[in-house]
């Protein structure tokens, strides 16, 4: 009988988001035009290749406000910032660059909404991520975070008739769901937020990982450990039906071993990940055999988000053109076939 032949399936989407895309270039541009050094607070987005490159440009990453100079240019990672932080930044005359991505703007915007019209708000998220301290801290007395469907018997509220849930932009959507059902179950009059939080990028990148899933002996997902968005395509691929899956940053990391006995192996990239490193992926795969690559594609994205009006407003200033293409995943370059 003849060998079967090796092939990786390639999701589509993976890579950047409109978000993502949206930061990285505030600061690449920001350092284009100010000059550097440009601060960021926290890692703009979370990926170690990333944060990497731009401070090898002249971005000084610092955990918070109070680590740059008075009257400096300080960047507002993608995830947000709470009204403290900018209070904070303010007190401290810093010039920012808010590069919070839009999506989370929503959900920061609803807390505020329902606050407002005094609501108990149940934040779904994961405490302590860069995101949810933001949210949470638009309203603090009025929003508490639940973790997972575990924690939906802790949950206390003042009135269970005026109850509202929102959610982190980056978590699993199968998860979430069943806390959300669970919730509901404690308290019936649970209201859903106006629109879904979990973003359209996570979404997309979770249904192409379900659709390959089932077909892989192995899923590899190119992305940070402290990628929400990137560890929940690990879990992802595992319920959908994938034999083995494991996250890398880079092509370096991954295990040869885990090749051993593998037709099809599963390649995907969380939202904050360049192209190039899953291209590395694609070339260590192709020097184990792997060379035949099938593109999954489920959805394809063409949003696009506006510079940060900070920065958008200098650059206009200055007559600097601020037009960019969206650096979106290519198609796979080798004997691709879509399925």
């Known amino acids: 009988m003849a060998e079967q032949r090796k092939k990786v399936l390639l999701a589509a989407p993976r890579g950047y988001c409109a978000g993502v895309d949206r930061a990285v270039i505030a600061v690449e541009k920001a350092l284009e035009h100010y000059g550097a050094p440009v601060y960021v607070r926290k890692e703009i987005v979370h990926n ?35 009204p403290a932080v900018l209070a904070a930044a303010a007190a401290r005359s810093l010039q920012t660059i808010d590069a919070t991505c839009p999506l989370v703007t929503k959900v920061h915007k609803e807390a505020v909404r329902f606050a407002s019209d005094d609501y108990d708000i149940l934040l779904i998220g994961h405490a302590g991520h860069e995101e949810v301290e933001g949210t949470l801290g638009e309203a603090p007395e009025h929003i508490q975070v639940v973790n997972s469907p575990d924690e ?50 996570t979404q997309n990148r979770q249904v192409a990982v379900k659709k390959l899933a089932p077909d892989c002996d192995v899923v590899i997902t190119v992305g940070s450990a402290n990628s929400s968005n990137s560890v929940r395509l690990v879990e992802v691929a595992l319920d959908a039906g994938a034999l083995a899956s494991y996250r890398v940053d880079t092509a370096s990391e991954v295990d040869l071993a885990w090749l051993e ?23 260590l795969l192709a020097r184990e055999g792997f060379v035949h690559v099938e593109e999954v594609r489920t959805a394809t994205e063409d949003l696009m988000f506006s510079l940060p009006r900070e920065l958008r407003t200098d650059l206009k200033i200055a007559g600097t053109p601020i037009q960019r293409e969206r650096r979106v995943a290519p198609r796979p370059e080798v004997a691709a076939e879509t399925v």
């Open 48 to 82: 170690k290749f990333v944060v990497e490159t731009l401070a090898a440009r002249g971005a000084i990453f610092v955990d918070d406000t109070d680590d740059v100079p008075e009257g400096a240019r300080v960047v507002f990672s993608a995830h947000g910032v709470s």
């Open 152 to 201: 939906v018997d802790q949950v206390t509220v003042r009135d269970p008739e005026k109850l509202i849930w929102i959610s982190q932009t980056t978590l699993s959507v199968d998860e979430t769901m069943e806390t959300v059902r669970r919730l509901r179950e404690r308290f019936p009059s649970l209201q859903d937020p106006p629109s879904d939080d979990i973003c359209y990028a």
């Open 261 to 283: 006995g593998a037709t099809t192996v599963g390649l995907t990239s969380g939202a904050s990940v360049p192209e190039i490193l899953v291209r590395d992926v694609l070339e």
